[in-house]
T-cell receptor, first 113, second 112 residues
């Protein structure tokens, strides 16, 4: 059974700092890995999808990497801004892309101006 | 293009009642999944439907049921509501091929 862990649970940084959020999973038979952002009381916004054959994806100030052998993914946020404050969730899909996502509990990020 | 839409956005129900939540996927997406998110936790998988057939079910009691319609919209039904069913219910749609999941804004269900 796939389990996803996110460390740290909460993080507070000053504006402008670069930061890394970590995600680990127990089953390396992961098909793809998706990072989401969630604002309080809202739905999930997809940030990056790393598909089976890929090792990383980039979108603007965000970069996500996936290392299946070590069971880890990282989300790198460059030059953080107060608007980046939110909960970040990672989720993995099993050995077929059309399988349910298994989520971590998220990392709550606060960027202080 | 419209994203995933869910209705209603908020709902208050009494214990023992029944509730129906609705979801319209992104145009062209044939797969719809439902998730439950309680405060402070990550979403937990409830159901997945593809081409109107149930393709997966999470560890939820039989009080939870769902269906998908010919236009690929979906309903989640919960009978005999318990206080513990209070949560944010999320619907996601995806396109077969990329498997990238897109979520709606959720329905906040409060059971009193």
């Amino acid at each position: 059974k796939q389990e996803v862990t996110q460390i740290p649970a909460a993080l507070s940084v000053p504006e402008g700092e670069n930061l890394v959020l970590n995600c680990s999973f127990t089953d390396s038979a992961i098909y793809n890995l998706q990072w989401f952002r969630q604002d309080p009381g809202k739905g999930l916004t997809s940030l990056l999808l790393i598909q089976s054959s890929q090792r990383e994806q980039t979108s603007g100030r965000l970069n996500a990497s996936l290392d299946k052998s070590s069971g880890r993914s990282t989300l790198y946020i460059a030059a953080s801004q107060p608007g980046d404050s939110a909960t970040y969730l990672c989720a993995g899909a099993g050995n077929s892309g059309n399988t349910p996502l298994v989520f971590g509990k998220g990392t709550r990020l606060s960027v202080i101006a | 293009d419209a994203g995933v839409t869910q209705s209603p956005t908020h709902l208050i129900k009494t214990r023992g009642q029944h509730v129906t939540l609705r979801c319209s996927p992104i145009s062209g997406h044939k797969s719809v999944s439902w998730y439950q998110q309680v405060l402070g936790q990550g979403p937990q998988f409830i159901f997945q439907y593809y081409e109107k057939e149930e393709r997966g079910r999470g560890n939820f009691p039989d009080r939870f049921s769902a269906r998908q319609f010919p236009n690929y919209s979906s309903e989640l039904n919960v009978n005999a509501l318990l206080l513990g069913d209070s949560a944010l219910y999320l619907c996601a749609s995806s396109y077969l091929g990329t498997y990238e999941a897109f979520f709606g804004q959720g329905t906040r269900l409060t059971v009193v």
